[in-house]
């Protein structure tokens, strides 16, 4: 680990990182960008959304002339990316070992600088439960919720969040084993099913006025986004799959609930620490109110994901978008 920490070439990357922070990254120029490694694949649950937005941003990279390249953790060690002259990760990794700190952490000590929210906000963006709590310190709206367990009294937990409910895990992405619970009888089947993803359970109230999002770019909040899924709610399916998921942009909201959200975004964003591009999940009361809901730190970039989907709103194209989110690599 001594040669990956004090590796010569990792002091001329950070170096060579850093100068780009406090630039537009639309000046770069592709070789300005280096070397770059596409990290995607990995071995989350999320494997195969992570592939399809991982060809995506190669593809990007490689039409605007950068020298881009495949990499997948789950079969190479990233040792290699030091080895291999890499200048720089874009990290489209979902899910555990991917965008929970983990990757963050490894690429933090081999000096390579990499896409996204540093270590510890990856890690308190893909735990739903602390990332609630910082929220909820910092006074941002958030739906109820309690943490359940196999022994929870289903009537207490019903009787708290009344119905219907979300039961969901704490640390999956993509709506990985939730379920949306409309009877007492329905929740601990829902427990069961969650806790196959993860120790820790959420249960959640139904807030029933809308699913929004609004994504993240550098300091720029982007246009809000209205989900109208057209099963139950915003799952895996509706997100990957289906066809029938309507999304709207612009969403309908007024100008001052957009900006609204968008602050609201931004300050959720900002205290989980997040750092370059992002996306933050928002439920709509039917009054009309915003509660924060989740930050996605390392969004998706397939041809249903939303970050693209809001950047090309804001005039953004594709090859643009990663781009600036390439030049927004960073080391700490």
Known sequence: MNKQILDPRSKQRAQSATMFLGEDPRGLTPSQLGKVAVLFGGRSAEREVSLKSGAAVLAALQRS?????????????????????????????????GEDGTVQGALELLGIPYTGSGVMASALGMDKWRSKLVWQAGGLPIP???????????????????????????????????????????????????????????????????????????????????????????????KYLRDDTRYLCPSGLNAGQEAEMQRLAKQ?????????????????????????????????????????????????????LVLRVSGSAHVG
């Open 144 to 238: 109820d919720f309690l943490i359940i367990d196999e022994g929870s009294d289903s009537a207490e937990v019903v009787r708290k969040l009344g119905l219907p409910l979300f039961v969901k895990p704490a640390n999956e992405g993509s709506s990985v084993g939730i379920s949306k619970v409309k009877s007492e009888g329905e929740l601990h089947k829902a427990y069961q099913d969650a806790a196959r993803h993860d120790t820790l359970v959420i249960a959640e109230s139904f807030i029933g006025g809308g699913e929004y999002t609004v994504a993240i770019l550098g300091e720029q909040a982007l246009p809000v986004i209205k989900i109208e899924p057209a099963n139950e709610f915003y799952d895996y399916d509706a």
């Open 268 to 320: 959720a964003f900002a205290l989980i620490g997040g750092q370059g591009w992002g996306r933050v999940d928002f439920l709509m009361s039917e009054s009309g109110k915003p509660y924060v809901l989740e930050a996605n730190t390392s969004p998706g970039m397939t041809d249903h994901s939303l970050v693209p989907m809001a950047a090309r709103q804001a005039g953004i194209s594709f090859d643009e």
């Open 65 to 97: 002339g950068v020298d881009a390249h495949a990499f997948d953790p789950a079969t190479r060690n990233l040792q290699a990316l030091v080895d291999e002259g890499f200048e720089r990760a874009f990290i489209a990794l979902h899910g555990r070992f």
